[in-house]
Every structure is written in C-alpha cells, then in structure tokens.
C-alpha cells in the first residue's frame, strides 16, 4: 500500500524549532518530488516546500522562505522540514504530499498521495 | 505570486444535480491547473491535472475544462460523497505554487 506518515509535530513557544518527518512507503522514493502542505486551522490548503527526487532542486513559499529548510533521505525513505523562527501563523496541519510528476517536470501535475498530517501549534 | 480565486465559496446542490465550480488565475497558468477534493479529516485527493485529465480512479463525472485564467470543474450528477471542499491549484509558476481559497459544496 502507498502510505505517507507524518511525525514530529508538537506546541512550540514563538522563535522556536521543530523538526517534522515523512516516512514513505510503498512505492520507490526516489522516483518522485515531494512536498509539505498547511492547513490552518479551519482555512485552506497553502503549499510551503518542495524537493525533487534526489534533494538537488527545492523551492518554499515566500511565507517560509529562510526560515524552512526541505530535505530528504532516499535510503531511508524520508522527507524532513526543519523548521526555525517559528510564528503564531505557523500553526496548521502539516501534510506531506507526492508530485505526480517526473524528471524535469517534477513538481508538475499535482500531488496524488496524501498523509493523514501531524499538527504544529506555535503559541506562548 | 500567481493569485488563484474560487467561486463561490458555497454552493448548495441537490444529489443527483450538476454542480459548476469555477477556478481564476491572476495571470495565465496555461493548462497548468490541478483539482483537489478534501473531506472533513481526510486529507485532500486529486482529481484532475493538466486542466482536464482525471487522476487515477476519479469517476467520470468529474470534469475540468479551461486554460489561461479561466477553468472550471464539473461534477455532472452530484453523489452523497461528492459533498466537500474543493481546490484547485497551479503548478506553471516554480517555486511559488498556489491554491485557491476552496468552493464548499454543501446538500440544498
């Protein structure tokens, strides 16, 4: 079965760090771009970053950009967000995501496996 | 940053009616536009890329059509299951993808 989990979430003061997982299952890793997805509480969908498949092309939304850092671990299968200087509008659910894509169209055609989401709530 | 705008945000549909959401793009996106479906506590599914392919195992009454900065997606007879949220997003702008703010189709 394809699986994605998430882990790593958790409360965190303003300023803080947090470090969340994605452990893939399923189908090979290393064939695929991936992706962290938000929701905040009660609101829409917000891309946050991407990665292709061997690390060497990544992009964030300008709301976290310097801040997050996207990476991967093909021999484990694992997608990372490190997340620094954590704000009060960081508080979402944190879904990682597959592009359907491939090669140089990578992060092109959507994303068609979803995880369940692990929660980050950033709040004094 | 490419601007996605849905409409409406609700819209009331009886089962068995023909539901029409719409998807605007601040600039062109060219067919670049993905539909999502996203269930209270699920996590969202992809319907439709590249404008109008449907994903693997997405019924044939869900329908996108459009391009540029216009697109629509169609469900042409509305399921008990069919009731959620739905999104769509652009993937033609590297690395600023964006979803809209999502259209409630909710039971009239």
């Known amino acids: 079965e394809v699986q994605l989990v998430e882990s790593g979430g958790g409360v965190v003061r303003p300023g803080g760090s947090l470090r969340l997982s994605c452990a893939a299952s399923?189908?090979?890793?290393?064939?695929?771009?991936m992706s962290w997805v938000r929701q905040a509480p009660g609101k829409g969908l917000e891309w946050v970053s991407g990665?292709?498949?061997?690390?060497?092309?990544?992009g964030y939304a300008d709301s976290v950009k310097g801040r997050f850092t996207i990476s991967r671990d093909n021999a484990k299968n694992s997608l990372y967000l490190q997340m620094n200087s954590l704000r009060a509008e960081d508080t979402a659910l944190y879904h990682c995501?597959?592009?359907?894509?491939?090669?140089?169209?990578?992060?092109?055609?959507?994303?068609?496996?979803w995880g369940q989401g692990t929660t980050v709530t950033v709040s004094s | 940053e490419i601007v996605m705008t849905q409409s409406p945000a609700t819209l009331s549909v009886s089962p068995g009616e023909r539901a029409t959401l719409s998807c605007r793009a601040s600039?062109?996106?060219?067919?670049?536009l993905a539909w999502y479906q996203q269930k209270p506590g699920q996590a969202p599914r992809l319907l439709i890329y590249?404008?109008?392919t449907r994903a693997t195992g997405i019924p044939a009454r869900f329908s996108g059509s459009g391009s540029g900065t216009e697109f629509t997606l169609t469900i042409s007879s509305l399921q008990s299951e069919d009731f959620a949220v739905y999104y769509c997003?652009?993937?033609?702008?590297?690395?600023?993808?964006?979803f809209g703010g999502g259209t409630k189709v909710e039971i009239k």
């Open positions: 990665i292709n498949w061997n690390g060497g092309s990544t």
């Open positions: 399923g189908f090979t890793f290393d064939d695929y771009g």
């Open positions: 600039q062109s996106v060219s067919s670049n």
């Open positions: 997003q652009q993937y033609n702008n590297w690395p600023a993808l964006t």
């Open positions: 995501a597959r592009f359907v894509g491939s090669f140089g169209e990578w992060y092109y055609y959507g994303m068609d496996v």
């Open positions: 590249g404008a109008s």
